[in-house]
């Protein structure tokens, strides 16, 4: 508190947050009323990408503050080489739920797509997780996104995850469709967590508001396509009409032609290799492994065949 410029005597009180999975959150509550996000990064095994994953979300804060789009703002980070906490200011209301009318839910998603519109306007130093987990930032996103396929099947290996193809045949698949990797020559912000969970909902007078994009950690720069993928969890973004609508409103690009096809399929199968493999290190209970491998497994290979379906008529 003391590093970010708050008064550590003003502390009221500390209570755990729900809703995350991989850090440890707390809210701060000071005797003024003031409230803040303290996010602890966790001791044991990870994925590779996993590490120094508090200095990317802190990148998103500022990515985030530089587009206008709401999210918190980090007011001090650990720079020491693990990055073990961050401090943030605190967005108002609650995660995204099934309460909303479709109403509510077809403006807020309109919303939403000119948010992150807004987002993907921004321009980064070059490609990559600028954690530095994966090293240095690449000069091309080819480079850059092959190296994060690499590094997610060498963690495949190493903890023995149960996928629904070898690691290896995974691999040569994902390769049939790096030549649409090359179209994209702009790093942009990319948060690739954006579920309903990590989109909150502000209740005001006028009706509900987005109040903010939380959980940057997993951001890289890269494609802004991949937002999409976190977006349409297990679905298809061409189906949400209301957000993008919203983010051609806000100036965003969303054309599907057959190289975007390839490249959305490339990062669907990413996340669901992530998504898939994490259970190990995170000794994830059995109703979880059963839910990955019946739900996400079929969509990793859909993803997979798609890759080689588009690539081939390409």
């Not at 994925?47 to 587009?67: I, K, Q, S």
């Not at 040569?172 to 990590?198: C, I, M, S």
């Not at 949400?240 to 051609?248: T, V, W």
Request: net charge negative; charged share 25%.
């Amino acid at each position: 508190m003391a590093a970010a410029g708050l008064p550590p005597d003003q502390l009221a009180g500390v209570r755990p947050l729900g809703g995350g999975t991989y850090n440890t959150v707390e809210e701060l509550r000071l005797t003024d009323g003031g409230r803040y996000v303290l996010k602890t990064a966790p001791t044991g095994p990870g994925l590779r990408y996993e590490f120094r994953l508090l200095a990317a979300e802190t990148e998103f804060c500022r990515a985030a503050a530089e587009a206008g789009v709401p999210a918190p703002r980090a007011l001090h980070t650990d720079d020491g080489p693990a990055v073990w906490h961050t401090l943030q200011t605190r967005c108002p209301g609650t995660p995204w739920d099934d309460s909303l009318s479709g109403a509510e839910r077809a403006a807020l998603r309109r919303e939403l797509g000119a948010q992150v519109a807004r987002l993907h306007e921004i321009t980064g130093p070059a490609f990559g997780y600028p954690s530095g987990a994966l090293g240095p930032l690449a000069p091309d996103w080819r480079t850059a996104f092959t190296a994060m396929l690499d590094a997610v099947l060498d963690d495949a290996r190493r903890y023995a995850a149960e996928l629904p193809l070898p690691a290896d045949e995974v691999a040569k698949a994902l390769a049939a469709g790096y030549g649409a990797l090359d179209e994209v020559t702009v790093p942009r912000p990319v948060h690739f967590d954006l579920w309903q969970g990590n989109i909150l909902v502000h209740r005001t007078p006028g009706g509900p508001r987005i109040g903010g994009l939380i959980d940057g950690e997993r951001m890289f720069w890269g494609d802004p396509v991949a937002d999409f993928v976190s977006l349409a969890l297990l679905d298809d973004i061409e189906k949400d009409r209301d957000f993008l609508a919203g983010y051609r409103e806000g100036g965003g690009r969303a054309v599907f032609g057959p190289a975007e096809r390839i490249r959305y399929a490339l990062y669907r199968a990413y996340l669901y290799l992530i998504m898939l493999i994490e259970t190990v290190p995170r000794q994830a209970g059995e109703g979880h492994v059963r839910w990955v491998r019946e739900t996400v497994a079929p969509q990793l290979v859909a993803a997979l065949d798609d890759i080689a379906r588009l690539a081939r008529d390409a």
